[in-house]
């Protein structure tokens, strides 16, 4: 039986690993663990159904990749959804390789190593996925908030900016979790696997927090505030995805810091791991679905990907109370459109 790391490992992943490769019991003659029936048989449905989901995943978010990077003129959000389908694309490319790896193993009946390098690629765009929804809630609230700094006064590549620094700072921190907690295929180094497991912990302790309080103050002006905001598709987007990543996708990173906290390896835990991270590929694949959704929720039928897309990401008001169109001179201009324009029509909505 192979011996149950006790290191952590990057972004507590580590545990997880430990946990799929030694959830099989007997030995072969090769002294190499073997799954038994019938768990086999539920792990084996576990990795089909990840693999499905990815592969689902995967068709959506490079439809997504596609249309933003190539058929569409990208603006301030569309820039965040870019990366953001970016991320997720990675993440599931991680569940593909993990579950053809887990199903290989389980059909042959022979032991399959799982590459440590796959630790890396699994956490790595996790953190930046939830880096980018952070970073959407934050600049929707900063649009409604401070609205004349926002149109005369944000530097025009700031988007970009943050995006570069954020895939950088977590590919930083992925890379050094990972090289100190075993990714160098040596002895980890337990200190400072310890200390890069706590800073990426405490990293995504203050992504959840500025997500959670942008998302509740998104909602606070759409509902409770005196002053409040019109219900638009970009709001309907950053509110979905938010909702879903909070439901399906930040359990998995939960999880992680608990098994490294307790350090068990029970069959029950082991069914929980599974379970979460197939939750988690369903955040990743759900994204897109929203998109297209919103996009298309009353709109004319037989319009192009490209245009539904596009209206997922449109901040103008279409409906006012009782059903009724709001007049032109309270919906807020597109980014397209004069800055000095824009402004006036969301100022006097505010009023």
Request: net charge positive; glycine share 6%.
């Amino acid at each position: 039986m192979e011996e149950r790391s006790t290191n952590g490992g990057f972004l507590h992943m580590n545990t997880t690993i430990s946990t799929w490769e030694t959830e099989l019991t007997p030995t072969n003659a090769s002294n190499q663990a073997l799954p038994q029936w019938p768990f086999k048989v539920k792990i084996l449905i576990l990795a089909l159904v990840d693999l499905i989901i990815a592969l689902v995943g995967l068709a959506g978010n490079a439809a997504v990749l596609w249309l933003l990077g190539f058929r569409m003129r990208r603006n301030t959000f569309s820039i965040y959804i870019l990366n953001l389908a970016a991320a997720d694309f990675l993440f599931l490319c991680s569940h593909i390789m993990h579950s053809l790896l887990k199903l290989i193993q389980l059909l042959q009946s022979i032991y399959v190593y799982l590459p440590r390098f796959l630790l890396t690629l699994t956490a790595f765009p996790y953190i930046v996925g939830l880096s980018m929804l952070s970073a959407i809630s934050t600049e929707r609230c900063l649009s409604i908030v401070w609205p004349i700094w926002h149109h005369y006064h944000r530097p025009r590549h700031l988007s970009a900016a943050i995006c570069a620094l954020l895939w950088a700072l977590s590919l930083l921190l992925s890379f050094l979790g990972g090289y100190n907690c075993g990714i160098r295929f040596e002895k980890s180094n337990h200190y400072w696997c310890e200390t890069f497991n706590s800073i990426i912990a405490g990293w995504t302790i203050v992504l959840c927090v500025v997500l959670s309080g942008s998302s509740l103050a998104l909602l606070f002006r759409l509902f409770c505030s005196s002053r409040r905001m019109p219900l638009t598709r970009l709001y309907a987007t950053i509110l979905l995805s938010v909702l879903v990543f909070l439901l399906c996708g930040l359990p998995l990173g939960i999880l992680q810091f608990v098994l490294f906290s307790i350090q068990n390896d029970s069959l029950n835990l082991q069914n929980l791991t599974w379970t979460l991270f197939i939750l988690s590929g369903i955040n990743s694949s759900t994204n897109p679905i929203i998109y297209f959704f919103v996009g298309s929720f009353r709109w004319k039928r037989g319009q192009t990907l490209q245009l539904v897309l596009q209206k997922a990401l449109d901040d103008r008001a279409e409906m006012g109370k009782l059903g009724k169109r709001i007049p032109p001179e309270t919906v807020e201009v597109p980014a397209s459109h004069s800055p000095s324009n824009s402004l006036s029509t969301r100022v006097h909505s505010e009023k």
